[in-house]
């Protein structure tokens, strides 16, 4: 068998080619699996980093008392806080073997920033806690491919929200969405009868419908705004008329988030049961009663007293409160000394879960102080004639329905009422 000559040698320049090919398979196997590797490890260092300097950050802010009614991003307790969490971020960049120079040109470094965006009816405020970290990784056959160095840059934001009260602090909450607002007391929140309201701090939210149905301006807010799903009337004034949801979407109603309350615990030692209240009562101080009943959970008429500090009343079955006439003095716990299982700043607790009809009629000798929970109720609230009741609390709940001929005032200030505690999370 005869052989060409100008065959010979063909091999050779196969498996060089092939050699070739092989060897950039060998570079990306290898080189790329240390890239990639470097990259998790400089992932993972800088989301550390930015969650130390983020803790550090929530600890002086709760520490200090800094809360969302009062965050000012000039304020020098913010400004100090800031330079805690640059100095913990840094320092745990530096245990994991990265140095932070502080000089964003080369990416190796911490920054922080305040500032509240503006959602429509209540103001996200943050500090954002930024680390930058570039790790370049020394390769082994790469260069033999690649011109210049390969080099991972990474960046981890972590964003610190101050102690809040429950949604965003307005004093009345509905958060029923409906948008048929021509059902008088299934809207949101209502405002009827021929009685002044004045709610100082806080304001008005209503997921759904907001009416006045008398259209008289006998609603002010003070230091609060007026809202609804998709619009608001910003700054302090007077509700002069009914509004219609602008819009209804996810990003129109209250975050759930921002209104989540944990259960309260009647199996911890120091909570009381019972079936109901319906006579006059004088409770034990800094107490969790747990009322089982799902029919009449407190029914107080006529000359009927109710009397406690520190109590959170939670009503476990759901279960009806009505409270009109006698003497109510009732006060949710402070936060110091610990009350647990009882829940600072929590009057009434309603099951989330469960429906419930209340109804507060004020009077002279009614003081009521503290959050009323009941995101599944109806609430209303009324004035009796000739009577000037005070409501310092906060109502949170499905249908809210403020009436009567009388004057009545609700004052909401966020140092007295449940807050939610200093919180961060990793949010890039």
Same mark, same amino acid.
């Given at each position: ?94 245990? #994991?073997?990265? %140095?932070?120079? @502080? *000089? ?5 470094? !911490?920054?922080?920033?305040? +500032?509240? &965006? ?57 958060? #029923?969405?409906? %948008?048929?607002? @021509? *059902? ?5 929140? !209502?405002?009827?009868?021929? +009685?002044? &309201? ?231």
């Amino acid at each position: 068998m005869k052989h060409r000559n100008n065959e010979k040698g063909q091999s050779l320049i196969i498996l060089a080619v092939a050699f070739v090919i092989l060897l950039g398979f060998v570079a990306l196997a290898i080189d790329g699996g240390m890239v990639y590797s470097d990259r998790r490890y400089a992932q993972n260092a800088a989301d550390a980093s930015s969650l130390a300097g983020g803790g550090t950050a929530a600890l002086y802010l709760e520490n200090l008392h800094v809360f969302y009614g009062s965050w000012d991003c000039n304020d020098g307790r913010i400004t100090t806080s800031r330079q805690n969490a640059v100095g913990a971020a840094s320092s745990r960049a530096q245990s #994991n073997g990265f %140095t932070i120079d @502080n *000089n964003d040109s080369d990416y190796n470094s !911490v920054l922080t920033t305040c +500032g509240q &965006t503006d959602m429509g009816g209540w103001f996200d405020k943050y500090l954002d806690i930024t680390t930058h970290i570039s790790k370049t990784t020394d390769t082994s056959f790469a260069q033999f491919i690649f011109n210049g160095p390969l080099r991972n840059q990474v960046e981890a934001v972590v964003r610190v929200r101050p102690r809040s009260p429950l949604a965003f602090g307005h004093a009345v909450v509905g958060l #029923n969405p409906s %948008t048929d607002c @021509n *059902n008088n007391n299934k809207t949101g929140v !209502v405002f009827a009868g021929s +009685g002044e &309201t004045s709610i100082n701090g806080g304001g008005i939210w209503s997921n759904g419908c907001l009416k006045a149905t008398n259209n008289s301006c006998n609603v002010d807010v003070v230091n609060g705004d007026i809202n609804y799903a998709g619009g608001r009337f910003p700054g302090t004034g007077a509700l002069c008329e009914s509004m219609t949801p602008a819009a209804t979407s996810v990003s129109d109603v209250l975050p759930p988030n921002s209104y989540a309350v944990p259960l309260p615990n009647c199996a911890a030692a120091g909570a009381i049961t019972i079936d109901s209240i319906t006579s006059s009562m004088t409770l034990q101080s800094n107490k969790l009663y747990c009322i089982t009943s799902s029919g009449n959970a407190i029914k107080l008429t006529g000359s009927d007293s109710l009397i406690g500090q520190g109590v959170t009343l939670f009503l476990v079955n759901g279960g009806d409160i009505e409270m009109s006439g006698g003497t109510v003095d009732i006060a949710a716990p402070n936060n110091t000394p610990d009350p647990a299982p009882a829940i600072p700043g929590i009057l009434i607790y309603v099951n989330p879960v469960r429906d419930s009809i209340i109804k507060l009629t004020g009077n002279g000798n009614s003081h009521y102080l503290g959050v009323i929970y009941a995101p599944r109720a109806d609430v209303s609230v009324e004035g009796s004639n000739g009577t000037h009741p005070t409501f310092n609390t906060q109502i949170i709940s499905y249908n809210v329905t403020i009436s009567g001929n009388a004057s009545i005032d609700i004052n909401f200030n966020e140092q007295q009422a449940y807050t939610k505690p200093s919180a961060l999370e990793l949010y890039k």
